[in-house]
């Protein structure tokens, strides 16, 4: 694929034609024109363009490129103005549609005569000298450097006969390659009842590089260098039809793959967790059978996540159990401690762990020191928002944020985002709906609640006096009542006394709007105002910390965008 930023982008603007040209007498005034069969995509997003070939260069409707621009980095506007004979073009301005203009049809088994004309084209005030043709009434310009002066960026991919029209690169953010076929990963304005496996990772590598780590069909590994450009990339196949979760440790990298065991059979393998030396070079393995988990579903409603800490790996996941004394199959986390020394299970993975948490529809794990701590999404009071710390056989437990309602409903109003320590402080990153609206919680819905709009709320646990009466909770944003929707935050550490708390905003037609964040410190008070980065987006995919710079990328109709957060 090749750049372009010129010949191949011209653009037809329905506006009032001028009769007169000011080209010279030795260019042609007449040319052959037919519908363009290239297809055309913006940011990504094919779309439907009428268009003109004339004399080898493609001519699109100005006033569909400004439609389809508008909310990006590279809107403008399209205004004719009668007084003065002129299209006039305004940058950063969103498109103002004009139900006047009525679009032609045109057939593309036909030839059309497309005449030079001459029209007035002014760019924010500026007049610009731009070659015309006209069709039945109407100019096409061919406009070589619109896409310098606005700007966007045009791509031209001779194989599929395709232009890929870009918005101007936000400052801080970075286009980059990949080399399969990838899939959305945009943060949502809805909130599911329960998490799923974590499908992309982003990782920061001891050689500066970093890393994305996807499950699609196979695990693709792709590395970038510090100016995310694609340097590597290979992939890994699927040892088991399930992916449950990836994990980047000091030496190694381990994938958890599983798969359902609806017969309940004893020695079926549900889990195989594989180790790899750091290029995926497959190292060896451990395997989980049904009986001695209870499983039926691996990974069942719950997102998993891993820890180490010297010899010790912790996968801290969920699944569905066999059937008990009351016909059901009941969902709770799964707590799996792993010697890597010898790459065997040292804890008991039975049907009721020391942590036992059900429902589990979202799971964290850190290491505190030595000590394990494991933070469990669950339903109503007493199991709500729990940490356990810990070990496999002997864990405490303290509740973060007491949930009302309904005992094992499914609908909560409540979606935990990260999970990190400071000195002093567990912190749990999270948004929460104004309970007091609901009057009935199920496992569909919540009655009463007017609209799913939750605040962003820091729930905190003192290492110092573990216990649920010591929880506190700071809210760092309200959005309940108000016009706008937040997303699940993230939650980054950048040092013991140091964290940042992003989340994405939305308008309530569901529309991106900006990404906030803001500074907290090791006691969750915020550090200054919340910051705004318009056009930025937000992933599934959890930021990191790199070189004094916040990190990740997000992929949006086939294409991916790092983005970076400078830190003083």
Do not use: C
């Not at 982008?9 to 290239?38: G, H, I, Q």
């Not at 309602?405 to 990190?420: D, H, I, K, P, Q």
């Amino acid at each position: 694929m090749r750049k372009i930023w010129f010949v191949l982008l011209a653009l037809f603007v329905a506006f009032p034609a001028s009769s007169t040209s000011t080209y010279a007498d030795s260019v042609k005034t007449k040319a052959e024109a037919s519908v363009t069969k290239s297809n055309v995509t913006v940011n990504g997003k094919t779309i439907r363009l009428s268009g003109f070939n004339i004399a080898g260069s493609n001519y699109y409707s100005l006033r569909d490129i400004s439609k389809h621009l508008s909310g990006t980095t590279s809107e403008f506007d399209v205004i004719w103005n009668t007084k003065t004979n002129a299209i006039e073009i305004v940058k950063e301005q969103p498109y103002t549609p004009d139900d006047s203009i009525k679009q032609k049809s045109y057939s593309s088994n036909k030839s059309y005569t497309a005449i030079l004309s001459n029209a007035k084209v002014i760019v924010n005030g500026a007049p610009q000298q731009l070659k015309a043709y006209n069709i039945d009434g109407s100019n096409y310009f061919q406009l070589r450097d619109l896409a310098a002066q606005i700007p966007f960026e045009v791509e031209f991919d001779e194989s599929s006969d395709q232009i890929n029209i870009f918005s101007k690169a936000v400052e801080n953010t970075y286009r980059a390659n990949v080399t399969s076929i990838i899939n959305d990963n945009v943060v949502s304005s809805e909130f599911p009842r329960w998490k799923n496996p974590i499908l992309s990772y982003l990782n920061h590598n001891a050689d500066q590089t970093v890393t994305v780590v996807e499950a699609n069909q196979g695990v693709t590994i792709e590395t970038y260098n510090t100016d995310f450009e694609l340097i590597e990339n290979h992939k890994v196949d699927f040892e088991l039809p399930l992916f449950g979760g990836f994990y980047s440790g000091k030496t190694y990298n381990y994938i958890a793959f599983g798969q359902d065991n609806k017969e309940e059979n004893d020695d079926k393998e549900v889990i195989r967790i594989v180790r790899y030396d750091k290029n995926f070079k497959r190292v060896d393995s451990l395997s989980i059978k049904g009986g001695e988990s209870f499983t039926i579903e691996p990974f069942a409603h719950g997102s998993g996540r891993m820890a180490e800490h010297d010899n010790t790996l912790i996968f801290h996941t969920a699944r569905k159990r066999y059937t008990t004394s009351d016909g059901l199959n009941h969902q709770s986390q799964l707590t799996i401690q792993v010697n890597t020394s010898t790459m065997t299970v040292t804890n008991d993975l039975g049907q009721f762990q020391k942590n036992h948490v059900s429902h589990s529809f979202d799971q964290y794990v850190q290491f505190d020191g030595s000590t394990p701590v494991l933070v469990d999404h669950g339903d109503a009071y007493p199991r709500s928002v729990v940490i356990h710390r810990g070990n496999g056989s002997n864990y405490t437990e303290a509740d973060v944020f007491n949930i009302p309602g309904r005992v094992g409903a499914n609908m909560t109003g409540v979606s935990l985002g990260g999970f990190e320590m400071s000195n002093d402080y567990y912190m749990v990153a999270m948004n929460s709906i104004d309970h007091t609206y609901v009057t009935d919680y199920t496992s569909y819905e919540m009655v009463g609640l007017p609209r799913d709009q939750r605040d962003i709320i820091l729930s905190l646990m003192p290492k110092s006096n573990f216990n649920s009466t010591a929880a506190k909770q700071i809210t760092l944003s309200k959005y309940v009542g108000s016009d706008h929707i937040a997303s699940i935050p993230k939650l980054i550490k950048r040092s013991d006394n140091s964290m940042i708390v992003l989340w994405q905003e939305f308008d309530m037609n569901n529309h991106l709007q900006d990404v906030k964040y803001v500074e907290i410190d090791g006691q969750g008070n915020p550090l200054g105002e919340i910051q705004s980065l318009p056009h930025y987006v937000l992933s599934e995919t959890d930021p990191i910390v790199v070189d004094n710079r916040i990190i990740w990328y997000t992929n949006v109709d086939g294409k991916r965008t790092f983005y970076t957060i400078p830190l003083h």
